[in-house]
């Protein structure tokens, strides 16, 4: 009996065991990908097109900053209405600065700052392994599917599902999921890219969503130039001066 | 056989480029790195039609050399706002400008914004000029707006009038999980009264200072202004996200030696006395993309509704005394010491938001609310925009000011105010 329960307490030790195994190779499997999709720190030009149900569109041109893992800010560059917007993402913390109003607000990540289907947190993403936890769903010849769950509440999805290729460990698509396990969206990540200063990655994320049928929203990457810049560009009393960095 | 082929492919690359969706773009001013020149702006077309409240003191004061008229008075006016920004690696200068067209004899010219700034470092910065400030975290009211222009809560995010200064920036962030970021400004006012319209007593500069921190991930700002000629006031300020859809925000501010502007014995007078105001609000984003902003605001130099009864009875004295010097001292008072749309002290506002409802597209009706809760009157305004085409604007706003009478809101000169504006920017 003795022998019993000693071979139960072995089994249960190695299987919990494997198990973080397979959990921290996921979770350096997504290390990796961030990696793979964006370099730490780099300045982008980003083009936003909104597709209405009615086949109208609306589009934005946005010049991105990011640097580490959790520091992102944005400004609009057009249309003229939007122009001289900005929007700072710290970790959990975003913000808003619009010029006539001349404050940056705390906005969160469930808004959307352009309409559409893209939301604060797609726009101003950080690295997935911030805010996610890895687990392997499934793996086959050419690829990986990931699981990954919230580290926290304040983080946009619940759960993520990530097709991730194996040769070149690019993710090619994600489905967003509530706690409830409702599907929210779809991102597609297409048209793989050199751009240079070796930065190989999708210059095109598609998104759609069953809650917002007929809309589509496009994301698509122009330059992305690896680059650094001090902390202190992201913070509230840099915000109005984003341009200055072009 | 190999003219067919030809064809075939002739035709299904042409269909290709056809149906090939065009990704590129022009990047906007990428190529003047070094300096670059912006301008930009929005006309603002505004018609606007009035239902007056001829009972109210404020309509006798404003109209009362002027007969008997009709119940329905419109307005029609322009509005342009014009923009320019010039920037090199470390110097720029901004402008802002405003003007207002009625009539050819009947326009104006507002310089909102003219400053100069000079980058001491990517952490560091001095302007000087006239520029808009705008510190606090409420959306309609900001206790600690030390420094800010006077906010219309109809309209919190209408462009407004900066003040002259010189301030200073810098900025230092840690590696720390508690405190991320500290930020300090210090600003120097110079004195608003002048001798000769031109000199003044440089005793009678103000300073105005803040530190911000990102603490807890919670926005905190600490801030006073020093001054010998207006009150001393010192402040604090937070706002944090309490959930991925929850924004919580509040201010305090305390005022030494506040001035009041109040009536006693049908007569203006100024009180002074230490104040404090406050505001505690919050901003919710719902599942439907509702945005509902919710604030409650207490003035601790407002009226109280004794005081206000005092004011309204005075206003009502000068004009029943029919007497015009005295009716144009009542309106002059009226507009120096007593402007503003809420001038007593605890309000209730409450804001909600919804972008395409019905999905009937580019189209967001807003209602807010600011609620008087000593006297229980209120302004509704139901603002409904449409936005059909890039860079323009159509708003049908109705306003309803609602109150017994002697009450703050229904005591203002309309009772009911509907605009159209159309917006265009460049």
């Known amino acids: 009996m003795v022998r019993m329960k000693k071979a139960v307490i072995i089994v249960a030790i190695m299987a919990i065991a494997v198990s973080f195994s397979f959990a921290e190779d996921a979770n350096q499997l997504l290390k990796t990908v961030d990696e793979k999709l964006m370099p730490e720190s780099y300045a982008a030009y980003r083009r936003l097109i909104n597709e209405e149900p009615n086949?109208?569109?609306?589009?934005?041109?946005?010049?991105?900053?990011?640097?580490?893992?959790?520091?992102?800010?944005?400004?609009?560059?057009?249309?003229?209405?939007?122009?001289?917007?900005?929007?700072?993402?710290?970790?959990?913390?975003?913000?808003?600065?619009?010029?006539?109003?001349?404050?940056?607000?705390?906005?969160?990540?469930l808004q959307s700052v352009v309409g559409g289907v893209f939301n604060n947190a797609d726009i101003l993403r950080l690295d997935f392994s911030v805010e996610y936890n890895a687990t392997i769903l499934e793996q086959n010849q050419t690829g990986y599917v990931l699981n990954l769950k919230a580290k926290n509440k304040t983080v946009a999805y619940d759960k993520l599902k990530m097709w991730v290729d194996k040769k070149t460990l690019l993710v090619t698509k994600i489905e967003c999921y509530s706690a409830s396990d409702m599907l929210i969206k779809t991102l597609d990540f297409k048209e793989i890219k050199n751009f240079g200063n070796g930065v190989i990655s999708p210059s095109i994320v598609e998104t759609y969503s069953p809650l917002y049928k007929g809309y589509r929203s496009t994301m698509i990457y122009s330059e992305i130039k690896p680059r650094k810049f001090p902390d202190e560009v992201f913070t509230l009393n840099y915000i109005p001066k984003l341009g200055d960095l072009r | 056989m190999m003219k067919l082929w030809f064809m075939v492919a002739f035709i299904f690359c042409h269909c290709g480029i056809l149906f090939a969706q065009d990704y590129s773009f022009e990047i906007p001013q990428k190529e003047a790195k070094e300096e670059r020149l912006e301008l930009g702006g929005y006309l603002d077309g505004k018609y606007s039609v009035f239902h007056s409240r001829q009972s109210s003191p404020f309509y006798q004061l404003q109209f009362f050399d002027q007969g008997n008229l009709s119940q329905y008075l419109t307005?029609?006016?322009?509005?342009?706002?014009?923009?320019?920004?010039?920037?090199?690696?470390?110097?720029?200068?901004?402008?802002?400008?405003?003007?207002?067209?009625?009539?050819?004899?009947?326009?104006?010219?507002?310089?909102?914004?003219?400053?100069?700034?000079?980058?001491?470092?990517?952490?560091?910065?001095?302007?000087?000029?006239?520029?808009?400030?705008?510190?606090?975290?409420?959306?309609?009211?900001?206790?600690?707006?030390?420094?800010?222009?006077?906010?219309?809560?109809?309209?919190?995010?209408?462009?407004?009038?900066?003040?002259?200064?010189?301030?200073?920036?810098?900025?230092?962030?840690?590696?720390s999980n508690a405190l991320k970021t500290t930020a300090l400004t210090v600003i120097v006012v110079p004195p608003a009264e002048k001798i000769n319209n031109r000199y003044a007593e440089i005793k009678n500069t103000d300073i105005a200072g803040k530190i911000y921190s990102l603490l807890w991930n919670i926005d905190v700002d600490v801030m006073g202004y020093y001054s010998k000629v207006n009150p001393i006031r010192f402040g604090a300020d937070f706002s944090t996200n309490i959930r991925e859809n929850i924004e919580a925000h509040?201010?305090?501010?305390?005022?030494?030696?506040?001035?009041?502007?109040?009536?006693?014995?049908?007569?203006?007078?100024?009180?002074?006395?230490?104040?404090?105001?406050?505001?505690?609000?919050?901003?919710?984003?719902?599942?439907?993309?509702?945005?509902?902003?919710?604030?409650?605001?207490?003035?601790?130099?407002?009226?109280?509704?004794?005081?206000?009864?005092?004011?309204?009875?005075?206003?009502?004295?000068?004009?029943?005394?029919?007497?015009?010097?005295?009716?144009?001292?009542?309106?002059?008072?009226?507009?120096?010491?007593?402007?503003?749309?809420?001038?007593?002290?605890?309000y209730l506002y409450l804001k909600i938001n919804q972008p395409e409802p019905f999905n009937w597209l580019y189209f967001t009706p807003s209602v807010f609310v600011i609620y008087n809760l000593k006297d229980r009157s209120l302004l509704l305004a139901t603002p409904l925009s449409y936005k059909p085409f890039t860079n323009s604007e159509f708003i049908f706003w109705p306003t309803f000011l609602i109150g017994s009478d002697g009450t703050e809101f229904g005591n203002k000169q309309f009772q009911q105010r509907l605009e159209l504006r159309m917006q265009t920017y460049f």
């Open chain 1, 55 to 109: 086949g109208k569109k609306k589009e934005y041109i946005f010049f991105t900053v990011k640097k580490g893992k959790d520091k992102v800010a944005m400004l609009y560059l057009s249309p003229a209405s939007e122009k001289g917007r900005a929007t700072l993402r710290l970790g959990d913390n975003m913000w808003l600065y619009i010029p006539n109003v001349g404050k940056p607000i705390r906005i969160t990540s």
């Open chain 2, 250 to 346: 509040g201010e305090m501010s305390y005022s030494k030696d506040a001035t009041k502007n109040i009536i006693i014995n049908k007569k203006p007078a100024t009180m002074v006395q230490d104040a404090y105001s406050y505001l505690l609000g919050f901003r919710y984003l719902n599942r439907w993309n509702t945005t509902i902003i919710a604030e409650y605001y207490h003035n601790g130099i407002g009226l109280d509704k004794a005081e206000y009864t005092e004011y309204i009875d005075f206003l009502q004295h000068s004009i029943d005394s029919a007497n015009q010097s005295a009716i144009k001292q009542a309106l002059g008072y009226s507009q120096g010491y007593f402007k503003g749309v809420t001038l007593m002290q605890d």
């Open chain 2, 75 to 175: 307005q029609y006016m322009l509005e342009l706002y014009l923009n320019g920004d010039y920037q090199t690696k470390d110097i720029g200068f901004h402008l802002k400008t405003y003007s207002t067209y009625d009539n050819d004899s009947a326009a104006d010219f507002h310089l909102l914004e003219g400053y100069g700034n000079f980058n001491l470092s990517l952490s560091s910065f001095v302007q000087a000029g006239k520029r808009m400030y705008n510190w606090g975290k409420g959306y309609a009211f900001n206790p600690v707006g030390y420094v800010n222009p006077f906010k219309d809560p109809e309209n919190p995010e209408l462009e407004q009038a900066g003040i002259m200064s010189l301030s200073f920036e810098a900025i230092k962030n840690f590696n």
